[in-house]
């Protein structure tokens, strides 16, 4: 049984590193569009969250994608920003971000799993991660793996999608999100079953006070969480105790 779990794990990883492979060249673009261009306050609300905490900290950005949020957390005059990922194209695209922004002397793209993440223990100050944990294969290992390699009193960031609480806001939001993301995802990108993953794994996401006992569970105290855009989309902090 164990190791039909393993195997479950490593063929969901697999399709989810080739699904963000083949939409890579046109995640940016997407993201944009389908967030009306909300995704770019979102992250400078981000690094907000976890600004003026340290001096020139050493920044481990998990799911880091297209590096949008390790480029963002420039703001933070960083000694080193390593981001990880388990898809070679979405890192090709970001270092060719950074290549142009001169920053490669500040930020390194390294493929990588979240849940085996390949650094040492007690290695990073501060761990963010934007729109990336609903993807891990188990959310409590990838966490606790995250805690591992924070300092003591090293600071978790989150950023995840979530469901908002008003009612009609709720529906409008449903009905946008299960129906017209995917259709518009299906014609801009080249993999059909991208845009509707993505409503179906933030509905499967445990969002809010069950998120906050996840993280408490990997190690981390002095949790808050601050909702964006009524709701639409959460930042989780903490620290490890």
Known sequence: MEEERVI???????????????????????????????????????????????????????????????ISAMKLNPRHVAGIDISEKMLEEARMKISKKGLSNTIEMICGDSESIPF??????????????????????????????????????????????NFLFKQVYFFYFTKLLPLIGRIFSKNRTAYRYLPESVMQFPDNEQFVKLVARAG?????????????????TGFKT
């Not at 729109?131 to 300092?151: A, C, H, P, Q």
């Not at 981390?220 to 989780?236: D, N, W």
């Open 8 to 70: 479950a794990e490593q063929d969901r990883k697999s399709a989810i590193g080739k699904m963000f492979d083949d939409i890579a060249d046109r995640y940016d673009f997407l993201n944009h569009l389908l967030s009306f261009g909300m995704d770019r306050s979102w992250r400078a609300e981000a690094v907000r969250s976890v600004s003026e905490r340290y001096e020139n900290p050493e920044i481990l950005d998990v799911a880091t994608g297209t590096g949008d949020l390790a």
């Open 120 to 165: 040492g223990d007690q290695t990073f100050d501060i761990a963010m991660i934007a729109f990336g944990v609903r993807n891990f294969s188990d959310r409590l290992k990838g966490l606790m793996e995250i805690n591992r390699v924070l300092k003591e009193g090293g600071m978790i960031m989150v950023m995840e999608f979530s469901l908002p609480d």
């Open 220 to 236: 981390f105290s002095g949790i808050e969480q601050k909702k964006l855009t009524r709701g639409i989309a959460t930042i989780y």
